[in-house]
């Protein structure tokens, strides 16, 4: 009987196998990469994500993004012919061999559809290469900067490329590739250094006040990165200047975290790792003025309006049980990953936290392995509103049975219709009969690109198993990636969340995958420890929760339906699935 037992929890297990994964594990870590210099060659391997472009002769450079996709400037590609162009990876000089290289043609030339070659806004450019490339210690993918990446005036950042020496000066043999260590620029600054609206929110600025260190022509398209932590993120494309390394005139940059959206709705599988870069303490473009430049935006900003939780804007019908089918629709579901990978799911329920399940950290509490995904509605494919932040620090509670995790976020992320927080159940009531939803992320659902799934529910009587410290709800499905996401119900306008999705710590089919479709049976419910069982442990990480809106205008429908959403399998599949799963539940009977 135990043989029998083992065969159907292999069986029911199968589909949690397969995870997802995105360049946030390879990114922006050179191993060769052992000391910061400036103005002078980088040692081999120092900048791996380096590309060089030729056409008979190397004329710009370029920054590998993934395993196939290079990002560059639009100004380098006036026509999008492909011919004769060659990317070269790997490259340490022009000039000789170069043992570690390799090289590629180009499929795709693709310039930002606003590139204006007169203001030289938004040149920016993505490049396929013919071919993927497999990452080596001297070619790997640079992280990028994510939307709302801050570079304070004064953070440290290098260039590198194969560009002139100076103006008219070319570099000399063997040609070797640059590297040059210069502080950005803040754009009020720079904006007054070349004329007051010469200088967009889409472009960073960086260079020496006294001049002498700068991009220079033949840079064009190359990175300009800062380190964070381990990471190297490319925050500029090199774009544009007067000269080259003239004293009050920096290099003009693309800024990079201006394009998440759009790199992302190009890339749609294998898609770069974005990460937010954060500058610590003030900072001093603020205090720039000069003729002309408008008052910076702290001395005008209105009050901000406070935060709220439980507002989903985006979540303007229901549904029963078939994939989430537009984005923020759950806009406090996180994504918490290892290694690039999904593992569990989570909440936004404050500024700069989130909530999660503690098993999902039995084996990995080190907060520096793990990273957070807001704003994502498929696991494969593009998700133009999402950002990824850093964890800071993971607490885990510590009662008898099930316990919670806070994820503490290395910086707050911008709300959005796509992000915010969910209300922490402080003591409601949820009925017997309220209808409440499960969401999570899970191997094996959501087809291909692995859609977030949703799922309606309604409380019930928890039978032999009330107390004042669960909540029961009727029968669905919960697998291993849905873990740590929200049991969530809705009341006076405003969403809640009653429950962690967990395992049941007193079933005695704990870790099994039970699906139950039997007639003359009645399903058993699901039982989950209520939130607020954690109220002391989460007021003392937390603080003070978060607050509802006031008032609302927003009202449930009088008449819910549930909508057919199931799989497009024949009936004789669904049959034997049920059966096969109802042999394996009597053995556990």
């Not at 472009?203 to 020496?208: K, S, T, V, Y």
């Not at 999904?342 to 404050?350: A, D, I, N, Q, R």
């Not at 873990?483 to 710590?505: E, H, I, N, R």
């Amino acid at each position: 009987m135990a043989f029998y037992k083992v065969i159907c929890v292999a069986t029911l297990l199968t589909l949690l196998t397969q995870e997802s994964h995105s360049q946030l594990s390879e990114c922006g870590q050179p191993p060769l990469n052992t000391r910061i210099v400036g103005g002078q060659p980088a040692p081999a391997g120092s900048w791996p994500w380096q590309v060089s472009l030729h056409r008979g002769g190397h004329f710009c450079g370029g920054s590998l993004i993934n395993n196939e996709w290079v990002l560059t400037a639009a100004h380098c590609f006036p026509s999008s012919s492909t011919d004769s162009l060659v990317v070269y990876l790997g490259r340490q000089s022009q000039e000789g061999s170069n043992p570690n290289e390799v090289s590629r043609t180009v499929t795709q030339i693709i310039n930002h559809p606003s590139y204006d070659s007169r203001t030289n806004d938004n040149d920016i450019s993505l490049l396929k290469l013919s071919s993927p490339v497999t990452f080596t210690n001297y070619i790997r993918p640079v992280c990028l900067a994510a939307s709302g990446s801050t570079f304070y005036n004064g953070t440290d950042s290098w260039v590198t490329g194969w560009g002139t020496i100076g103006s008219g000066v070319p570099l000399p043999s063997p040609q070797d590739l640059m590297e040059v260590e210069v502080p950005v620029v803040g754009n009020r600054q720079c904006n007054c250094d070349y004329g007051v609206g010469s200088i967009t929110d889409n472009m960073i600025c960086a260079g020496l006040r006294a001049g002498g260190k700068d991009s220079c022509q033949g840079d064009s398209g190359g990175p300009m990165v800062s380190k964070q932590n381990s990471r190297w993120i490319q925050e500029g494309v090199v774009s544009f200047g007067v000269g080259c390394a003239l004293p009050e005139t920096p290099g003009v940059y693309t800024r990079v975290s201006q394009y998440q959206s759009w790199i992302n709705s190009q890339i749609t599988s294998n898609q770069p790792g974005f990460v937010t870069f954060t500058s610590t303490g003030t900072d001093g473009d603020l205090s720039v003025t000069c003729p002309g430049l408008p008052p910076p935006p702290t001395t005008v900003a209105p009050t901000p309006k406070p935060v709220v939780c439980g507002q989903a804007p985006m979540n303007s019908r229901i549904l029963g049980g078939s994939s989430v089918a537009t984005a923020g629709v759950w806009p406090w579901m996180a994504s918490l990953q290892k290694n690039g990978s999904h593992m569990c799911g989570g909440t936004l329920v404050s500024e700069d936290s989130v909530l999660s399940d503690a098993d999902c950290f039995s084996s990995s509490p080190v907060a520096s392995e793990w990273t957070v995904v807001l704003g994502r509605l498929k696991q494969n494919g593009s998700n133009p509103f999402e950002v990824t932040l850093n964890v800071t620090n993971i607490t885990l509670s510590n009662l008898t049975g099930s316990n919670v995790a806070v994820l503490r976020l290395s910086t707050q992320p911008t709300l959005s219709d796509y992000i915010q927080p969910i209300c922490l159940d402080n003591g409601q009531t949820f009925s017997e009969g309220s209808t409440c939803w499960a969401a999570g992320w899970s191997s094996g659902r959501g087809g291909e690109e692995e859609v977030l799934q949703e799922f309606q529910t309604s409380v019930v009587n928890c039978g032999n198993r009330s107390s004042s410290d669960t909540i029961c709800t009727s029968s669905f499905t919960l697998e291993q990636g849905d873990y740590g996401g929200p049991m969530m119900c809705k009341k006076d306008g405003s969403w809640f969340q009653a429950a962690v999705l967990s395992t049941d710590k007193n079933s005695d089919t704990k870790g099994i995958i039970i699906i139950i479709i039997i007639k003359t049976r009645a399903d058993p419910p699901m039982v989950f420890a209520k939130l607020s069982t954690f109220q002391s442990f989460l007021s003392g990480v937390l603080g003070t929760f978060l607050s509802p809106a006031a008032t609302t205008t927003t009202t449930a429908p009088s008449n819910q339906t549930t909508t057919a959403g199931a799989p497009a399998h024949s009936s004789f599949f669904i049959f034997f699935h049920l059966l096969v799963l109802s042999a394996c539940l009597q053995l556990f009977l």
